[in-house]
């Protein structure tokens, strides 16, 4: 519908706030005059048209008709913002919000409308309410404020990577690119990272997120992580790789931070199929030569997904031999809840792996899964 205005589109979510605000807010979109707001405008009667075709499809004789079940756990998961660096400091954050009247609180869960606290686990984090007006939000709006769940800025975290103009650096599956320039804001938009996406439209989206948000240490590439040669020599200095492959999405309760399906099936055959995948893309990233650093995260809350392919790559030779987990003084050690229990995995190992279950953290997140591969000797790198 909006092709010809895509350009303008600096997030696909403040679309989506835009078009709920024409067709269910009383007052009609509130946010500023601008190229989206105009577009949203002129398709208003189309938009319409479609609201008014999807009520007779469901049997709705009102908006109200047309509210999904809502899973509770969604409402005990906070606002989160988390603070771009590139193009300013949390300081200058803090300034922002506190001239805008809100207070800051140590208070620990869900602040109060008017309160915003500061993460304790992640440095660069803001919580503010579940109601919090993002699409007012002029900060979120210009890049300098990224909406981010807070177990989804876990990954960029573990994988700590360097500061440095020779950094080297690779996000496997980079769209929409929010862990992408959370791996950006931590190196001071330093050295390089190189962002894979293979879908089109999802690369288009990431490469409007690292222009709104600023990476200009990033480099995209629409193209397959899993087609890309190890030895390449335009790879032989990467020492840290993100992993953030496609999953079931059974841990997401609070879609507005992620591209995932709808509609995602978390069926056992699906589960297989994904694990297999899931698997060799880790076994990828190990035949990197310099790679020291690998960090797998999933938004699912099944085993089969996380322990279990895990524990699958341990087994795997050579690699076995080459990469163990990270302990857990290296992956977020403050975080209470680790792995699960599964299979050959011992007790060091599972505290080595952190998981979150869907809002009964304090304060809530969505479901996620997070472990970090390191390297305990460098590989040939003329090994194939």
Known sequence: ??????????????????????????????????????????????????????????????????????DPRAAKIPRYLRVNQNMWSIEEAVEYYSAREYV???????????????????????????????????????????????????????????????????DATAAPGNKTSHLSSLMKNQGNIFAFERNERRFQTLKDMLRKTGCINVEPILGDFLDQDPNNELFARVTHILLDPSCSGSGIVNRLDYLTSENASDDAPRLASLSIFQRKMILHAMKFPAVTRIVYSTCSIHIEENEAVVEAVLRERPWSQEFILAHRTQVLPNWDRRGAFHGALSLDQMNSLVRCSPGEDIPGTNGFFVACFVRKVIANPSRG
């Open 1 to 70: 519908m909006m092709r010809d205005e895509r350009r303008h589109l600096p997030s696909h979510n403040f679309a989506a706030l835009l078009v709920h605000d024409l067709l269910f807010n009383r007052g009609g979109i509130q946010a500023a005059d601008g190229p989206i707001k105009q577009a949203i405008g002129r398709h208003k009667t189309r938009l319409q048209a479609e609201l008014a075709k999807t009520k007779i499809r469901r049997g709705a004789q009102s908006n109200e008709d047309l509210e999904q079940p809502s």
């Open 104 to 170: 800051a609180s140590s208070v620990v869960g869900l602040p109060l409308q008017n309160q915003f606290s500061h993460d304790i686990h992640v440095p660069d984090l803001f919580i503010f309410n579940s109601n919090y007006p993002l699409h007012s939000d002029e900060a979120y709006k210009t890049g300098k404020m990224i909406a981010q769940d807070k177990a989804s800025c876990f990954p960029a975290l573990v994988l700590n990577p360097p500061i440095s103009k020779d950094a080297c650096v690779i």
